[in-house]
């Protein structure tokens, strides 16, 4: 038998930059990459996609993206600018993955040029799922306006929307070619949106580094009563930590295993259980707190550093227990669970805790202990 056996490698890079008024007149950052990114030979162009949430927020917002671009002509930039819903929303209905894909054919956008989108972690999975599969991989470019997307998931290589009742079923592993962290977005968001992502920096904190973790405990009501400063320093890290994970050794998961996703299998579930209620990171700092309970029950986490986790948890203004986690006798949380294992392709592989700052991998999950997690959070912790 003959074999031909092919092997290449692709290098990705692309850089996180942060910034403040990113389209402010004298604020060249963006249209310097632009100029810069590819070859001079191709006409570039650029559509830009809005989150409906920012838009509102900031009214002035397309009026100066079109004043920025107004003064150079190095970049056509799109006639129209697409708004569309945030939130899960945008993930859920197929129909705004059509018009993303739509928009992209009708003003031409092809392989040398860009698509950015401007919104949360959901409106940018949709907006990069959109772009990956668009003559199979047009550039996008992220601006994330959440704190959980300008830490976590915006400066990531994942895209996807949601199918058939599971999260992210459709996706794809996609890098942008660049991320622009701008604060002054999030000086809009509610307090809700302002907390949430914090979560996804507890996580991290909690999976890598005791360091982190301490800095968290020491500035958590700094952080919850919105201290810009504090705020921009955890979300430098926690991107950082989020990053240089990602690079370690399998960026596009091609293993079981997802430390990264420490505290998420179970809210994954209650997103749906609560119909999408409740915020993505509140979801995640209960299947933190879940996750940390379980880990001291199994004999792997103290009481104290149990202690010092949902103290933290509280501390930045999280509710850590919600009634759907018990519905059915929590069968409804155990199916949360088997969705999780094929999600990862049939192998269960969960991140535990040793200790602070100290995950570990397992492929079992005792359900019984679970069972007793669940009743721990609704007898000792707030309740949605």
């Given at each position: ?158 895209n996807g929307i949601n ?65 810009e400063d504090a705020m ?48 993505h990171g509140e979801a ?101």
């Amino acid at each position: 038998m003959s074999v031909i056996q092919q092997s290449f490698q692709v290098q990705f890079s692309y850089n996180i930059q942060f910034t403040k008024n990113l389209f402010a007149p004298e604020n060249s950052l963006l249209i310097d990459f632009l100029r810069n990114y590819g070859s001079p030979t191709f006409k570039k162009k650029i559509l830009f996609l809005i989150d409906e949430g920012v838009s509102e927020a900031h009214p002035y917002l397309q009026d100066a993206i079109r004043n920025y671009f107004a003064t150079q002509d190095a970049i056509e930039l799109a006639s129209d600018i697409l708004v569309l819903p945030g939130g899960e929303i945008v993930k859920n209905q197929p129909s705004y993955f059509d018009q993303a894909l739509e928009a992209i054919d009708t003003y031409g956008i092809d392989r040398h040029s860009f698509v950015a989108a401007i919104g949360g972690g959901a409106f940018l999975d949709m907006t990069g799922y959109a772009s990956a599969v668009a003559h199979r991989g047009v550039k996008h470019i992220r601006i994330p306006t959440t704190v959980l997307s300008q830490n976590d998931s915006g400066v990531g290589v994942k895209n996807g929307i949601n199918y058939i009742g599971k999260k992210n079923f459709l996706g794809t592993f996609a890098p942008p070619v660049a991320v622009f962290n701008d604060s002054t977005f999030l000086t809009t968001l509610n307090d809700r949106d302002w907390r949430s992502g914090i979560a996804e920096a507890v996580k991290v904190a909690l999976i890598k580094d005791l360091k982190f973790f301490t800095w968290l405990e020491d500035h958590a009501f700094a952080l919850a009563n919105r201290d810009e400063d504090a705020m921009y320093q955890h979300i430098f890290r926690c991107a950082e930590l989020h990053v240089q994970h990602i690079s370690s050794g399998d960026p596009f998961e091609s293993g079981s295993a997802r430390p990264l996703d420490f505290g998420h299998w179970a809210a994954h579930k209650l997103e749906y259980l609560t119909n999408f209620s409740i915020r993505h990171g509140e979801a995640v700092a209960i299947g933190i707190a879940l996750d940390s309970v379980y880990s001291h029950l199994k004999g792997d986490l103290t009481e104290n550093d149990l202690h010092r986790i949902i103290t933290l948890l509280q501390n930045l203004g999280f509710e850590l227990y919600h009634p759907a986690l018990a519905e059915n006798d929590k069968i409804n949380l155990w199916k949360g669970l088997n969705e999780f294992r094929e999600h990862l392709g049939g192998q269960l592989t969960i991140t535990l805790l040793k200790a602070l700052g100290k995950g570990e991998e397992v492929h079992e999950i005792d359900f019984e202990l679970v069972k007793q997690a669940v009743d721990y959070l609704a007898s000792k912790v707030c309740v949605f």
